[in-house]
């Protein structure tokens, strides 16, 4: 690890390694890691709801770097996504490990005065999901999140896509519920709603040497850059939203004050980069 | 239980119970029942693949008042199915319950001179959908099934609805694959090609009292009832198959020699009765 | 199924059937099925909690048949259970399928005058487990069940077996918490409290004939009988005991409004045999 | 990030964070983190076989700084451990979040002369245990692992600890078993094989900045610091072992060409430390 460094320690040559791959575990033949190499393609039907917490609330979930947004204090969004991921290698065709869903906060702040999201809490169903977040700074825990699917065929058993359609959701983790949404249907939208603003993360690897748990291997504020966005199908209308207390959880620390729009539409991008802040 | 009865036990008034509910448990309040009283309201995504094991084999599968079908021996399907539930109360509004996947076999079989369709074994991940088909004679065990999901905009991380689009599938249960599947779509159709015959199971209850393991307190075979059942969009092509061994299983014993058609499409229907035969 | 019936409708000889096995799935070799012909052997830990709900709840629980025990209106344990499974074939060498965590209510009760333990709920994280459940007439649905764990080596991550000893619980289902409990450990005693009366169960498999949904082709009383039951390693002493309201649940219904004895213990038996009331 | 830097990067003084908490997510009050400031204790069951794959299977599986151990080449062991883990504040009476199994395969290496365990591959079943892992080293994926119980009262359904006590155990991820072993006791063991050498791991965290994807942001060799670890009830005896492959999955390639020893025991230790090699 004797490389010549960048500010924030990057080096310029490849590290000398024999083994291969890009993330836990490196291996023999580089197949075995749970995040390949990129480029990573996402696509995924989202379940969202608008909501403000206090602004008190709000604040006290921004990392060092970042401020409230005077102009939207307590403002954000819950978003339940069922993604499906694929590398290079058509991994979706092996739906059991690319396929997942999530759930995610995002919360309005602003970093060195421009408009960005703070997600401070993100729950995925799938270690390989898990991987990737981790490595892009987002502070993703093991969680079990559903919501309404909409079919192709008519159904007393599903929403329709189009007024007056509903659309539940649910997150828990370590078997108690952490949230639940509804979603009703009243429009066409040209996009999401949550998808305005750049989202920001803290990347985070701590120390375990004596002495230095304080002093973290890796802490520093990202940007997430999303390669070829595209949106389809985006209905907007009304949205409840409920966020439960439980142990060593902080989620229900944002509980909503009021909703806004309830949203539903799908979600296609790729990823490639990341900017460090 | 002194009512009177019918030929297979049937009694002519309700049974005399102070708890509420159709099936286990019953309770004060009859909401905390696995299966509620019908009608149960079904649709989902259908991913299968035509196959045919060894006459041999399929005849072996097949319960007494069920003979093979000379036309067509050992032909049959393998169907993973992501399924969405709801009764009357809109449980769709809850996913976490009102979701489900299966695997199922379907296997060509005559029952007094008619084609019939004989499912030999069945998997589901969540136990409301376990309890209903074992009420309708659905064997069904749990297992883990996924299937490739297509989405609303374009991705590579999707497959497209259209020629040449590959849909992958698994099923394991107890943590082992029995079964795995990909499909490559080739032209639309007009119906999903394993569901032209009537679906014949054989339901069952054991006894537990000493010296009755062999009379069981329910074993008549029943051919299920599809209300208004809808299909579309259906696309067929061509389908690999593989069936695997594992402990305390017998999938395998039907392993595919052949496979025909693969194919797609979305599927409803309503459940209100069962026929005895 | 046109054999001579018992009263119980119990035919006198074997079901006329090709395919073999004891519970679903019925196949050509008979190891499929969930639940394979007794003898059943259990071997668990037991963590439990002695409580009193309300004598009008623990009164509406009951089926008909059972009658609340006015020596003891409302008192019931909660028993959280780690099992191991085996067959006659040692299936314990295969730990994914035959271990299993349940939780389990028992309330006092009268039969006929004679004090008995009804079980309203009843949760496992295991299909084998449940299948045999419904067989014995326990109304077992899905959970996920955990206790806390001792082991044979000192640490600060378990508790010690002895005087204040402290053991954690926890049930939920469908992803949301449903019971909760702590026991703490101060002298050993001779037997597992909540053992002392026989179980009575309301054996049910419900008929999906349209017009018949409320004649159920199984209802019947059951009493349990364990062969051979063993306990060992017991220790009383306090507890503490919470009950969740959730969807499509009843159990909070049962709410302790105050616990006895916690208990903890380990605990076999064997099952072969099944009374019916 | 701009404090003072070690040759690693360590820092002198605390990273200036608002947020608390050690690893993801970091929070207002510090409580969410799915690994908590150490220390961090641990107790657990292990059941474990010796085996030697290929020498040359186990070289290529060796990060660059290891090399063969030309005493041991090929050997190693395969270990399935039922944990109970508790930071400072009694984790285990959570036994939802503390309890945890893992299943780990340690090849004999040496480190600048010094003969060290070399950890490629180990699983997981709990989010927590995988973050703590991270930071150790450990290149956890979230897997499936069971092992056969051993309890304190007599049963059919369990082994004795003893002479001809067997213990089965599986490891699957993604509904893939990747490992299968079998263990017979024979006589007690003053301690577990598996523990003789230090455990070293290779500290990885990428970048996924464009154009850093080989520049990793921690890439080090690290040693375990186990302190105060006790063993007690170790039994040695016979061992079966299969590696099965599978999509993603390298275990198999280091598959078992003769097994050694089996064994059985309780282990506990507590963590507080990592060396940077």
């Known amino acids: 690890m004797s490389t010549p460094a960048f500010a924030d320690g990057a080096t ?57 947004d005077p102009a939207s204090s307590g403002h954000g969004y819950a978003l339940f996504i069922d993604w499906q991921f694929s590398a290079s290698d058509n991994t ?44 892009q700074g987002f502070p993703k825990k093991i969680g079990a999140v559903h919501q309404t699917r909409a079919f192709g065929v008519p159904s007393q058993a599903g929403p329709v896509v189009g007024p007056g359609g ?23 939208a040209p996009t999401i709603p949550a998808l305005g603003r750049p989202i920001v993360n803290l990347r985070h690897f701590p120390r375990l040497t004596k002495g230095q748990y304080e002093n973290p291997a890796v802490h520093e504020l ?17 949205g409840e939203l409920s966020f439960f207390p439980a142990q060593a ?6 509980a909503p004050q009021r909703t806004g729009a309830g949203f539903r539409g799908s979600l296609s991008y790729s990823v490639t980069d990341l900017i460090i802040l």
């Not at 370590?174 to 949404?181: E, I, S």
């Not at 990202?222 to 009304?238: E, H, N, R, Y």
């Not at 959880?249 to 944002?254: I, N, S, V």
């Open 12 to 68: 310029t040559t490849p590290v000398n390694e024999r083994l291969k791959g890009y993330s836990y575990p490196l291996s023999a033949r580089g197949v075995a890691n749970l995040a390949p190499t990129p480029p990573w393609h996402y696509v995924g039907d989202v379940v969202g709801v608008e909501f403000w917490t206090t602004p008190a609330a709000a604040a006290a979930s921004l990392p060092t770097g970042l401020d409230p």
């Open 166 to 188: 509903r659309f539940g959701a649910t997150l828990s983790s370590n078997g108690r519920q952490l949230a639940q949404a509804q979603v009703t249907l009243e429009k066409t």
């Open 92 to 135: 979706y065709l092996d739906p059991v490990r690319s396929q997942y869903s999530e759930f995610l906060v995002l919360l309005d702040a602003v970093h060195k005065g421009s408009p960005v999201a703070w997600c401070p809490f993100i729950y995925v169903d799938n270690d390989e999901a898990l991987a990737r977040g981790w490595i």
């Open 222 to 238: 990202t940007q997430s850059v999303l390669d070829t966005p595209q949106v389809a199908g985006t209905w907007t209308g009304t």
């Open 249 to 254: 959880e902080e989620l229900a620390d944002l």
